[in-house]
């Protein structure tokens, strides 16, 4: 929880509570279903909540705003952020029932009035248009950009605000990925926003429509 704090500072007393309730809430959880590796929950804050919130410190989420985080797993970035945005609206998806369950699981126990969750394909979202896709380390650049353009609402980006579009936490050499996709996307160093060695080599990539 302090590298969060020494980060970010400007927090509920909710917010505090909700954050420091993660750890022992992802422990309980990873007793029952795996999703965190057993090495990462020691490093949780650093690891998944952090880099989660490498997000927020790039974007400012309107409130209002309604963002779909394209698989999730055990609630990354989106239980983060949801508790960071308490007043944007997140919906988490992922393909894997049992990760969902875990998902909701943790947004129950949080409070987390701004949370819901799907068991579902990315692709099998009809009807319902987004502001934002999150994503971390889900798939290639080329295949994230092509499942989040039929959700996304459309917009155009003006200068350097960004309001629709998709953004995504990536590492290692991400040169050919990028040449591959098609798109320009901003791109963000995390080791400059949060300089911990974990963060060497993984980014922020925004892409707007």
Known sequence: MDIILKY???????????????????????????????KDIDALYEKHVLHSL??????????????????????????PLAIFFPEVQFHLVDSIGKKIKVVEGVAESLGLKNVTAAHSRIEDIKNRKFDIVVSRAVAPLKDLWHWSKPLLKKSPVLGR????????????????????????????????????????DKYVLQVGI
């Not at 927090?11 to 795996?34: G, P, V």
């Open 8 to 38: 970010f500072s400007d927090f509920t007393a909710q917010q505090l509570e909700q954050f420091s309730a993660l750890k022992d809430l992802y422990q309980e959880w990873n007793e029952k279903i795996n999703v965190i590796s057993r």
């Open 54 to 79: 490498s997000i927020a410190a790039v974007h400012d989420f309107e409130p209002g705003t309604q963002v779909v985080d394209l698989g999730t797993g055990g609630g990354f970035p989106g239980i």
């Open 161 to 200: 605000e960004f309001k629709h579009g998709l953004i995504c936490l990536k590492g290692g050499d991400l040169a050919q990925e990028i040449s591959e996709s098609g798109v320009k996307p901003r791109r963000t160093a995390i080791h400059e926003l949060f300089p911990e060695a974990f963060f060497q």
